[in-house]
């Protein structure tokens, strides 16, 4: 059973960064897993998709935060993270860590301005 927690979500102010992160715990190893995702939520939108990281490191992102957005992991402490900059009011969600099919609760961000 995979366990999921992310945390490091606040509020954030135009073109300001913050940086998320994702600690894994039960049979997943963050350096093996198939694919690790980060999905955001924004009110009233589908879940979507901002960033994916697989076992031999390479990193894919849709146009929408391509550029300022990174994912990264910490393979000895099981941790995995988002990197935000450049943000801007679509921003405003709540941000999940994803590994096949096991989700976090999330964390809230939120854009004011």
């Known amino acids: 059973q995979v366990q999921l927690v992310e945390s490091g979500g606040g509020l954030v102010q135009a073109g300001g960064s913050l940086t998320l992160a994702c600690a894994a715990s039960?049979?997943?190893?963050?350096?093996?897993?198939?694919?690790m995702r980060w999905f955001r939520q924004a009110p009233g939108k589908e879940r979507e998709w901002v960033a994916q990281m697989l076992p031999s490191g390479s990193t894919y992102y849709p146009d929408s935060v391509k550029g300022r957005f990174t994912i990264s992991r910490d393979n000895a402490n099981n941790r995995l993270f988002l990197q935000m900059n450049s943000l801007q009011p679509e921003a405003t969600a709540v941000y999940y860590c994803?590994?096949?099919?096991?989700w976090g609760l999330g964390t809230q961000v939120t854009f004011s301005s």
């Open positions: 039960g049979r997943t190893s963050i350096a093996s897993a198939y694919a």
């Open positions: 994803n590994e096949v099919a096991a």
